[in-house]
C-alpha cells in the first residue's frame, strides 16, 4: 500500500479582525546579556524552520556563529552539527561595552559595542542565509575562520545500529580549497551501509525501488562577505570599512554527486537579492507567528517566567520544525557542545570529547519524540507536525510486510524504536537473530512495548479533530489505524469472549503483566475515533468490524489502593518495576479517556494521588536511580494533572518546568535534561501542553476553558480548538472576563470549569 504523503495547508481562521489587542508582547521575554560568554555553547539560539545558529560573543570578543540544520543526518544515522564560524572584529568593538540581545518578535540578535559597532544577525525566513550585518562609525576589519573537526573518517557505533559488522563508516567533510573569495565545505554522505542492513534486519525481501532518505544527502555551507578574499581554505578577511555584510548559505540537499551540490550552492550566493524587502518579510512572519497564539500570565509571582518559558518553547518548534525529520528529542538540532556543557542525567554526570555527541545517541525512541508534537495542536502549529506523522507513513508499508512475515498474520506493528526510514531500529530489533523467535526482538526494553503504533493512531485522529481534513483522514488517518488494530485483533488469543494480552510490557515499567493499560485504552481510543468518523468517508464493512472488535476489547483495568478503586498499569503484573513511567494514566492522556468532563473523574485523581512513581505496592520500588528523577524530561505527568482538574498539582509542575536553564547555558529557553540531552524539548513541551491544557481542553465535542486554572492567575489567551475553531480570551482573578471564539457557531460548545458552567452573556463581544 502507498501513501501520498501530502503538506496539508490548514485553512483556520486566523482572522485580522481581533476582540482586543494582546497588552503584552512577546518583546517582554526578550533575552539581553551585558556580559560576553565563557564558551561557545552559552550562546541565543535562532532559526527559520530548518536552518539554525547558536550565537555567542566570546571573552576575546570574538563572534562565534554554530551552523545547524534539522536535515543534517549523517550516513551513520547522526544529527551532526555543520560547522563553527568565528568572526573576529578588529579592533575588538567590545573591549569596554558590550550587549547582546535576541528580539523575539523579529527573529533577530542584535550586538552593540564600541565606536557606535552593531551587529544584526539572522536567518531569513525565507531563504538558507544566515545574516550578519556588521556597521560602525568607524572603520573595522573582519577575519573569519571555519571550525570544521570532522577531518576524518570515523567508525560509529551507536545503539541504533549496534551488530552491524564493523560498524558504520561516516565520511570525513570536505573542505573546498579553490575558493578565492569564500568558504565553503560539506559532508556527503559516502554509503548506504545503514540503511542497507537496517532493511536487512526485517527479515523480509527487499522490496524494489527503496527510497534510501540519506543516501547521497549532502549538507555543509558557503560563507561570503563583502570586500573579503581568502587566506587559506578555511579562513578569510576583509579589507577595512565602516560596514560590512557577512553571509552564511546553507544547503540540505540529495544530489546525484557533490559538484551538484556545490553547483546549486554557488548559484545561490551569486545571486541578487532586495535585503530591504526580505528583511521585511521576515520580520513581518515572525509578527504574525507570535500574534497567531499566546499565552500571557499575569497575578502571580513567577508569572512573567512562566510565561516567558512556554514563549521559548514556541520559538523552539518554530526554529526546528520545518525540517523533513522531525525534531529529535534530546536536544532538537541546538545540542550543545558536550565537552563545554556536562551531561547530567541517572547515568552520571560527564563531558564528550566528539562535538556531535547527544546523550542517548540518535534513536527515534517514540515516547520521547511524541512530544512536542502534542504542544503544536492547540498553538495551531500543524505544519511542524508533518515530519513527526511522514517519519511514521515512511516506513508503513515495510513495516506491515515485516508484521505479517514475522508474525503470518495481517494488521501492522510500529515498534518502539524508529530510524529516520520509519522502521524499527536494527541494533534493537537484533541483527544476529541467533536463538530469537521470529518477530522477537533483541532489546529487553522493548520486546512487546508496541504502544506506538496505537499512539500514532490516536494522534492522526486528533489531527483531523483539529483540521477536519478529509484527504488526510482517507489517505493517512485511517488506512493507518486500520492496519494497527487489525494487529492487535489477529495477534492474540481471547479469553471469556475478549482479546486477551498475556505475558507482554507495559511500556518500559514493566516486562511482564497480563491486559495492559496502553492496549487496552490506545484500542478503546483509536477505534472510537474511527467509528466516529462521518460515515463517507468509511465503509459499512469497516464499521462492522471495527465495531465488533471494540465489543472484544477488555474492560478497562483497574485495582484497589486503601479501599479506593484506581486505574491500574494492567489487570495482572507479573515483574519488577523497571523504569518509572505511570502507565496506568494513559487512559488519561494520551488516549483520553479519563478527565474534565468525562465519567469517573474522581477515581482519575484518585489513580494520580496513587500513581506508580509514588509507590512501592506495583512491582515493588521504583528503581535504583529513579529518585530524584521523576520530575520533567519525558515524564507528563503535569499534562496527567491538567487533564484531571488537578489544578494544584499543575500549577506547580508548570512553573518549576518552564524555568529550569542549563547552568553552563544563560539561554532561558535551553530547559536543563532530566534524563536526556540539552536542550531538552521533551521536558518544555510536556510543560507548555500541561498550560495549555489547564486553559482550554477538548471534550467530546466541547471546548471546555480553565479545567485546572488557578483562581489566584490571571491572563490572556489564543488557542486553537478542535474542527478548525479559535478561542481568544481575557482572564481576570480566574474568571474569563472576555471571550471570543471564531467561527462564532461554536459559541455553544464553550463551558467553563469543572462544573462546565455556560460562559456570562456579558463576556462575549
Known sequence: MK???????????????????????????????????????????????????????????????????????????????LGDVEVEVSPNPFENNFKQELVLSEGVIYLEGNDGFKSKIWIDKNSEIIHIENNADSKFKLNVKLHDWRDEAQIIKET???????????????????????????????NTKAFDWTIKALEITRPENLDDVL?????????????????SSTTMSSKERKCNHLKIYTLNKRTETA???????????????????????????????WKSSYIHLSGFKEAKQTSAGYAYTMYLNAMAGEGEFPIIWNGSMFAPDLNEVLQRNHTGIKHFKDKDHRSWGNLMLHQNVRLPFYSMNAAGQFKYANSFINLYMRGFDLMKEHSNTVFGHEGTVIRESTTLWGVIAPGVYGIDRTGLEPGQQQSQWHRTHWNAGLEVAWYLSERFDYTQDETFAKEEFIPFASEIVKFFDLHWPHKDGKLYFPDVHVLESFRDADNPMPFIA????????????????????????????????????????????ILANAEVIKSKKANVEVAELYSVFPYHLYGVGLPDLKMAQDTYKNRTTLVNDVGGENPKWAPGYIRGGWHPEAIMAAMVGLTDSVQKEVVWALHRPVPEQRYPGFFMSTHDGTPDVQHSSVAATALQRMILQNVEGKIVLLPAFPEAWSGEFKLYAKRNTLVEGKIVSGEIKELKVTPSDRKKDVFIGQKLEAPKPDIWE
Not at 573569495?181 to 554522505?189: F, P, S
Not at 548559484?267 to 537579492?273: F, P, R
Request: with cysteine; net charge positive.
Open 3 to 81: 501513501f501520498k504523503i501530502t503538506s496539508i495547508l490548514i485553512c483556520l481562521c486566523l482572522v485580522s479582525i481581533k476582540l482586543y489587542s494582546q497588552s503584552i508582547s512577546v518583546d517582554e521575554y526578550n533575552v539581553s546579556w551585558t556580559e560576553k560568554s565563557k564558551i561557545a555553547s552559552d550562546a541565543m539560539p535562532l532559526g527559520n524552520g530548518t536552518t539554525g545558529a547558536l550565537v555567542s560573543v566570546l571573552e576575546n570578543g570574538h563572534i562565534w556563529i554554530s551552523v545547524r540544520h534539522i536535515d543534517a543526518w549523517s550516513e551513520a544515522h547522526r544529527l551532526l552539527k
Open 160 to 190: 541504533n545500529l549496534k551488530g552491524i559488522p564493523g560498524g558504520i563508516t561516516e565520511s570525513a567533510d570536505v573542505i573546498v580549497a579553490d575558493n578565492k573569495k569564500a568558504i565553503t565545505w560539506y559532508h556527503r554522505n559516502a
Open 215 to 231: 543516501e547521497n544527502r549532502t549538507f555543509g555551507a558557503m560563507v561570503v562577505g563583502d570586500k573579503m578574499t581568502n587566506t
Open 259 to 289: 559538484d551538484k551540490w556545490l553547483a546549486e550552492i554557488k548559484e545561490s550566493s551569486s545571486k541578487k537579492e532586495n535585503l530591504k524587502a526580505n528583511w521585511q518579510a521576515h520580520t513581518t512572519w515572525w509578527n504574525n507567528f
Open 522 to 565: 490506545g484500542l478503546r481510543s483509536v477505534l472510537n475515533s474511527l467509528l466516529k468518523l462521518p460515515e463517507d468517508l468509511t465503509t459499512k464493512a469497516d464499521r462492522t468490524y471495527w465495531k465488533a472488535l471494540l465489543s472484544r476489547v477488555p474492560d478497562i483495568p483497574t485495582r484497589v489502593k486503601n479501599g479506593t478503586k
